[in-house]
């Protein structure tokens, strides 16, 4: 018997892509449903060969759903996702709201799949930070094999993390640029076509954004409270897939082959990594991909037991959707939950 998933937030990038997700990896479901804002009602979503319209959150009865798999920002989380998981149903929010909590598990399955236990205080877990998720997909298996002292990572985020109003930004500015037209910045707080922007999200008392306190905040309760990290996070005028460029500092001696036999070995990674032209991954080659790409690992002579390397993946993805997705297929593969249906 398969399970009932309830898709909130359906109309919007993420909500769209987890619904292509489950219909791809042939999740075993009995029913999806998909949710959005009033002012969403009724638009139509696809789900594989199959089209839904979207129902409206607030009067949405959650007694039989096993699922919620949230992605409609940290204001509906904060007010829903305890509602919903008080009626039984898991959440699995994308938002920020819940990802500080000590209550609610944060998870990348490739990395701490065993705190999901957790759910069960509050039937929420928590999705991390973009940026965060292939960071530590990539980190984790250099962490059990050398220790991680310190990383410093600078971030090339696509605009696609920002929304679709992000996107259709890039391209209209894109589009005046070649016209001669006017370039308007509206969701950027400067012109995002061929420009790099070093701010995403609010500015803090410290100087950091609170994008890069993200990073730093959930590398360490993912991964390990003990890592030091600096990050700098970039908006760059790419539509889909964000980039990192990573610098870390091992307590233990690793070189940069055996960096690149334990990564080729590491669930979730995929490394493509020669020292010719083209012989690495950009954010282009990585949309729509499910994989963590890792390239230009090398030794960093400048610190002992250091390297460098860069990350690429498609933040729609494993940034948001796939991992959302693996981690409903965790519960479901651990037999934490079973269909209430079937126990009904």
Known sequence: MGFKIAVVGATGNVGREILDILAERAFPVSEVVALASRRSLGQD????????????????DFSDTDICLMSAGGDVAREWAPRIGAQGAVVIDNSSAWRYDSDVPLIVPEVNADAITGFSKKNIIANPNCSTAQLVVALKPLHDAATIRRVVVATYQSVSGAGKDAMDELFSQTRAIFTTGEVQPGKFTKRIAF?????????????????????????????????????????????????????????????????????????????????????????????????????????????????????????????????????????????????????A
């Open 45 to 60: 979503v696809s789900f594989g060969d199959r089209t839904l319209k979207a129902k409206d959150l607030a009067t949405y």
């Open 195 to 343: 420009n790099v922007i070093p701010h995403i999200d609010v500015f803090m008392e410290d100087g950091y954004t609170k994008e890069e306190w993200k990073m730093m905040a959930e590398t360490k309760k993912i991964l390990d409270p003990a890592i030091k990290l600096t990050a700098t996070a970039v908006r760059v005028p790419v539509f889909i897939s964000h980039a990192e460029a990573v610098n870390v500092e091992f307590e233990k001696p690793i070189t940069a082959d055996e960096a690149r036999e334990i990564l080729r070995q590491a669930p979730g990674c995929l490394v493509i990594d020669k020292r010719e032209n083209g012989g690495y991954i950009t954010p282009h080659e990585a949309a729509g991909e499910d994989p963590t790409y890792i390239s230009r690992i090398r030794e960093d002579a400048t610190v002992e037991n250091g390297l460098a390397f860069w990350v690429v993946a498609d933040n729609l993805r494993k940034g948001a959707a796939l991992n959302a997705v693996q981690i409903a297929e965790v519960l479901i593969n651990r037999k934490l939950i079973s269909p209430r249906a079937q126990a």
